[in-house]
Each structure stands twice: as C-alpha cells, then as structure tokens.
C-alpha cells in the first residue's frame, strides 16, 4: 500500500489540539495524548531521554494518525505522569506494558525512538504476544556501541545549548550541515505548535534516573535479539552521535528479517529531518499484511536521500 504524506489534515483532530487524558495504572495516574480512527491495532509511541508529551513530533504523530490509531504517553514520574521515574530500561518496560494494559489492549504496534527504542526492544523480548509490530529509530541494542557515553555527550549539548541559547536537541539530534541546522529549527518550531494544556517540565531526579538507566543498558550483556519474531523496521540518520549509527546496522542485522532505513546527512532525529518520507514508509510497513520469516531481507536495505524531506514545517 502506498500512502500519499498530507501534511495538513483538515477534517480530523491534530495532536497539538487534541485533549491530555490520565489512566490509573496500578494506583498511579499516566498522562496520555490520542489521536487518529479509534479502529485497528493501535500504535503506542514510546519517547527519547527527558522527553514528555509535547516532545513527539507532530508531523509524525499526526502522519500516523491519518490512519492509525496513535497513543503518546508520559511513563512513571515523566511530565505530568505521577510516581518516581524507574532507574532501568527492565523497569520501565514493565510500566509501558502496564499502561498499555490499563487502556485494555491486547495487542499494539511499538513505535520506540531512542530512549524509547530500548525500553520497546525490552517489551518485545518479555513480552512478545503483546507486540505486532515493531519500529526502533535512533536507537540501539544493550551493550551498543557509545551507549554508555550518553551522559557525558548529552551534558555537554546541554552546556552549549544554554552558551548559545539554544534547545540542546539543535546539536543532540541533527547535523551541522545546513540541511541539518534547517532541520533543526523547523523541528524546534514544530514542538512550539501546541499553545495550551501544555505538559510538565522532566524533574531533574526522573532526567538523573533515566541518565542512570541508559548507561547501565549501554554497559549490560548483549541480549538474544534473534528472539525478536514480529515485522521490525529500523531507521536512523547516518550521522547519530548520540547512539551512533553502528548500532541501527547492527540492530537490522541481529533481528531477523528486520527492514532498515538510513537517511544520509541525517543524525539522532533522522526521522524527524525526513518525516515526509519517513511516515508514509512507517505506514506502508505497519499495514502491510505480514510477510512470512524473512521477508524483510537484508537484501532490502534502502539508503534515502533526505534531500528535500523538510521542505515544509
């Protein structure tokens, strides 16, 4: 199937309007955000390191939800979720798995960028029949090359975001070719769009807690990702500093039949710099009817230009 990207949808609610809602799981209170037709498998975006919900990409959410149903989530202790925010990936699958049983469902498609993309390998492997399909962006194995080294790198951004006045994620995320700088700044605006019912800041102890996990996932044991049996694509920029992008070959290799996609002149948001192509792609794969083992062969490895994908913001 092929999808045709609508990057203004007029008849239906779009992520930056619709309302922020709240689930008991297990006696604490998960915000979440939902958009798209209330049919099919649902699709459960999972967010990169002290991100909360006004840090999805609309462009993305809203591209899903032409078709998909799409559910953003703020775990433990994240944005204005309640609780303290776990220390470890193990943890924190298990709350997503949690929450996603608190809305009732038995069986969802796993969007995880970064951060997200560890904790949705970590749902996968625990918890198979819970997941249909599977997109990992950004993101790498346990024990992945430079995962260990976050803190240090994401520090350091930080430290030249407040210098320059800038959002850290303006050298976290993107290239410092003039493709990736514009990139940088249409996401940045793009963030920006929602105007109210905006949600809470990361805690400084919840931002500490997920620094912790992701160096400890960085230095833990590879796991057995040939466990992985559900339709997986993968996708980076070429240029990822942040989990550098060794870790999507290796990640495409190891998971058998996985689909994988790399955007030249891209980094850690690669798939922010090229929604345009990126959704329509996401889309194609998560309705394709499943394919037997295998069918998603190495032999099908795309290399995608970005050259235009962020032409409109």
Same mark, same amino acid.
């Given at each position: 199937m092929t999808h045709t990207f609508n990057q203004s949808p007029r008849s /239906?609610? $779009?992520?930056? *309007?619709? !309302?922020?809602?709240?689930? *008991? @799981?297990?006696?604490?209170a998960f915000v979440y955000r939902e958009v798209g037709p209330k049919r099919g498998v649902p699709v459960i975006l999972l967010n990169h390191l002290a991100a909360q919900l006004d840090n999805f990409d609309p462009r993305i959410v809203d591209g899903l939800a032409a078709t998909r149903r799409v559910i953003a989530f703020d775990n433990r202790g994240i944005g204005a979720s309640?609780?303290?925010? !776990?220390?470890?990936i193990s943890e924190m699958a298990r709350d997503?798995? %949690?929450?996603?049983?608190?809305?009732?469902f038995e069986e969802v498609d796993l969007v995880g960028f970064s951060l997200g993309g560890f904790v949705a390998q970590e749902i996968v492997l625990t918890e198979p029949k819970l997941v249909h399909k599977l997109i990992l962006a950004g993101t790498g194995p346990a024990g992945g090359e430079g995962i260990d080294k976050v803190?240090?790198?994401?520090?350091?951004?930080?430290?030249?975001? &407040?210098?320059?006045?800038?959002?850290?994620? #303006?050298?976290?995320?993107f290239t410092r070719t003039p493709n990736? /700088? /514009? &990139? %940088?700044? &249409?996401?940045?605006?793009?963030?920006?769009?929602?105007?109210?019912?905006?949600?809470? &800041?990361?805690? $400084?102890? +919840?931002?500490?807690a997920q620094l912790k996990a992701i160096?400890? #996932?960085?230095?833990?044991?590879?796991?057995?990702? =040939?466990?992985?049996? @559900?339709p997986t694509l993968v996708a980076n920029g070429d240029q990822d500093k942040m989990v550098p992008s060794s870790n999507t070959y290796d990640l495409a290799r190891r998971i058998p039949g996985a689909h994988l996609v790399i955007y030249p002149d891209a980094g850690h948001g690669g798939v922010f710099q090229n929604? +345009? *192509?990126? @959704?329509? /792609? %996401?889309?194609?794969? $998560?309705?394709?009817? +499943?394919?037997p083992q295998g069918g998603y062969a190495a032999e099908n490895i795309r290399l995608v230009?970005?050259? =235009?994908? =962020?032409?409109?913001?």
């Open positions: /239906r609610t $779009l992520f930056h *309007d619709t !309302p922020t809602r709240s689930v *008991d @799981v297990g006696g604490t309640g609780g303290k925010t !776990p220390s470890t997503a798995v %949690a929450f996603i049983r608190a809305l009732g803190t240090p790198l994401t520090i350091m951004d930080m430290i030249k975001g &407040a210098l320059t006045f800038r959002d850290p994620k #303006y050298y976290l995320f990736g /700088r /514009r &990139a %940088a700044k &249409a996401f940045l605006e793009r963030l920006k769009e929602r105007r109210t019912d905006r949600d809470g &800041a990361i805690s $400084l102890s +919840a931002f500490g160096k400890a #996932y960085g230095l833990q044991a590879p796991q057995n990702l =040939n466990a992985i049996r @559900v929604f +345009a *192509d990126f @959704v329509p /792609r %996401a889309l194609s794969f $998560l309705e394709a009817e +499943a394919l230009s970005s050259q =235009n994908t =962020n032409r409109s913001s």
